[in-house]
């Protein structure tokens, strides 16, 4: 490609020092705005910490153990009513006194819900479950085992 035009540097050389960026020092390198970054904060910068940052300096809140946080992990009856053939011919289930046995923890979830139909008998292990998937697992003639909670 072909530059038919001069740079500019050509034709100021020699007839300033500044290149046209005005008076003395203008446009040179971080001088200008104080430093590169967060340098100056604690010193020349510190009135825009307190207007813009006021929170830039000290410790937040704090953060919570991992052992301490318990995620619901939830699964639908509806869903575990669809997959229980699937999960017996999987080995991830099996059948009992006509019922199928699902335990759902080994599965990685803590909580059935109730959205769905059940149509299957079923035995459902589990650490928590809500009223109506109770109600609805039982009507069809299945059975709740939940973890820690007294047997009748």
Do not use: C
């Not at 699902?102 to 139909?117: A, C, E, P, Q």
């Not at 292990?125 to 109600?135: C, G, L, P, Q, V």
């Not at 085992?145 to 009748?152: P, S």
């Amino acid at each position: 490609m072909v530059v038919r035009k001069k740079k500019k540097s050509r034709k100021l050389r020699g007839r300033t020092r500044s290149m046209g960026w005005g008076r003395i020092g203008q446009h040179r390198k971080s001088g200008a705005r104080g430093g590169f970054g967060a340098v100056g904060f604690h010193k020349h910068k510190w009135i825009w910490v307190l207007k813009y940052a006021p929170n830039w300096y000290g410790k937040h809140g704090f953060t919570r153990p991992p052992e301490t946080i318990y995620g619901v992990y939830s699964i639908n009856v509806g869903e575990l009513d669809e997959l229980a053939k699937h999960l017996v011919s999987k080995n991830l289930a099996y059948r009992e006194e006509g019922k199928i046995v699902i335990d759902v923890t080994s599965m990685g979830f803590n909580k059935v819900l109730g959205r769905g139909k059940v149509t299957l008998p079923l035995k459902i292990i589990t650490k928590s479950i809500s009223k109506r998937a109770r109600e609805k697992i039982t009507a069809v003639g299945g059975e709740v085992v939940v973890i820690g909670e007294k047997q009748q």
